[in-house]
């Protein structure tokens, strides 16, 4: 590390190797590139042949400082340098780096984190971010007054805290994390609270590390996500330094709040939208009313379907008014070929809910029609489906014709067959049999 250079100095350099690979290029004699070195401050530094790789590193490095900061209550001087030493195939080390590695060495008091990986590597940027965020931590963690050397322990930063709060870093627009969460819950296969805090690494498995990083974020942003929270987690921070450090226990839900917490997982981000089928469960869910009762045992169920027979109490008005926020909810998240169907039944909840002059006729009329359309779509999908799955099987890449018209002959001739009581059917005969012998 070269203390003291400044950015003025960083990008003539720069300037200057570019231009020496301008004259070599024209030149076309193969010549041996020295690493380039650039920083913008002392403590935040990389190596690299390619200065645009070297600029990219170093705007993370205060892209993550400027984010945190805040969050961890910290100043703008780093504590903690890291250098960042890409190796590109030009880099005389080239042949002899081929995967990521971290060394930490303590000299002067200090911690100097120095990471090395291939410019190729596809997971360069978590790795790179990961080095910030750890020092950033140890920052907080450690005390200006505390002793660093051979007996510091350097794990006392939890993991979930880490990758929680690199993960926060991030943008997720397709909102991944909470579409993982949300499938383990259903599943009954999220780990339990206790898991999460112990986890030590991350797997070398690329999808189970990806698991493993969308429960960390997942916990990390239910200790922040609101301001009382998020004061709670600073002052946890705050006490890691002083002389009695407080336990994370303290901030964690109980392992039935953490359960419910995930759970919740879809309404984390009201921008997601469901696929096809999640639309179809989110539907179905939807559909029963409870209408409650002075006695639990009095509740009374009915779908939106048998909604308008029911009789009109205080309480039956306020069981479906619940229910029209509820689709209106669903509506915002579903998919497109879903929205115009939920917003009918909307519309015939509605209709019910004016207790003075609830018009019964209009509400019939669009919950009639929604289930038409809920019908239609079902079974235009499911054609869809037996076509692609047609497809999958009878696909001919050597030939141009297309198959659609045998598909589509084949189609009319199953909807004829099935519409007439009279007529067998052999296919859905063969297949009762087989079933039948399994």
């Excluded at 993982?180 to 690329?206: F, G, N, Q, Y």
């Excluded at 359309?373 to 014709?401: I, P």
Aim: proline share 6%; aromatic share 8%.
């Amino acid at each position: 590390m070269i203390p003291g250079k400044n950015l003025y100095s960083g990008l003539l350099l720069a300037l200057l190797v570019g231009s020496f690979l301008r004259l070599a290029a024209d030149d076309e004699t193969p010549v041996s590139i020295p690493p380039t070195y650039s920083d913008i401050y002392p403590e935040a530094s990389c190596t690299t042949t390619n200065p645009a790789l070297c600029s990219d590193v170093l705007q993370l490095a205060a892209d993550t400082r400027g984010q945190l900061a805040p969050l961890l209550r910290l100043g703008k001087k780093w504590r903690f340098p890291v250098h960042i030493h890409l190796v590109t195939p030009e880099d005389p080390l080239a042949s002899k780096v081929d995967h990521e590695s971290v060394s930490v060495v303590i000299q002067n008091k200090t911690l100097n984190i120095n990471a090395t990986l291939p410019s190729s590597d596809p997971d360069t940027y978590a790795f790179v971010q990961r080095q910030f965020v750890t020092a950033l931590l140890w920052e907080k963690f450690f005390s200006p007054t505390q002793t660093l050397d051979a007996h510091t322990r350097l794990d006392v930063v939890p993991l979930w805290l880490i990758e929680g709060l690199r993960e926060w870093l991030d943008d997720d627009p397709e909102h991944n994390r909470e579409k993982i969460v949300k499938r383990a819950a259903l599943a009954k296969r999220a780990p339990a609270l206790a898991d999460v805090t112990d986890w030590h690494e991350l797997s070398d498995d690329h999808m189970v590390a990806l698991w493993q990083r969308a429960f960390c974020y997942y916990l990390l942003e239910s200790l922040i996500r609101k301001n009382e929270q998020r004061e709670n987690f600073q002052q946890w921070l705050d006490s890691i330094t002083g002389p009695n450090p407080s336990s994370a226990n303290q901030l964690f839900p109980t392992e039935m709040g953490w359960q419910r917490e995930l759970l919740t997982s879809p309404a984390r981000s009201r921008d997601i939208v469901y696929t096809w089928d999640e639309t179809v469960a989110e539907l179905g869910a939807l559909e029963t009313i409870a209408i409650p009762s002075d006695k639990e045992t009095d509740t009374r169920l009915c779908t939106i379907d048998t909604v308008v027979s029911f009789p009109r109490d205080a309480k039956f008005l306020t069981a479906v008014q619940q229910k029209v926020l509820d689709l209106t909810g669903l509506e915002l998240r579903a998919h497109p070929s879903w929205r115009p169907i939920i917003a009918l039944y909307r519309f015939g909840l509605s209709a019910l809910t004016n207790d003075k002059n609830p018009n019964l006729e209009q509400a019939t009329k669009f919950i009639v029609e929604a289930q038409r359309r809920r019908a239609a779509e079902m079974g235009d999908h499911q054609k869809l489906l037996d076509y692609v799955n047609w497809f999958e099987v009878t696909k001919d890449y050597a030939s141009n014709t297309s198959r659609f018209s045998s598909y589509f002959s084949t189609a009319q001739k199953m909807e004829r067959i099935q519409a007439d009581p009279d007529h067998p059917n052999p296919i859905r005969a063969d297949l009762l049999h087989i079933e039948s012998q399994l």
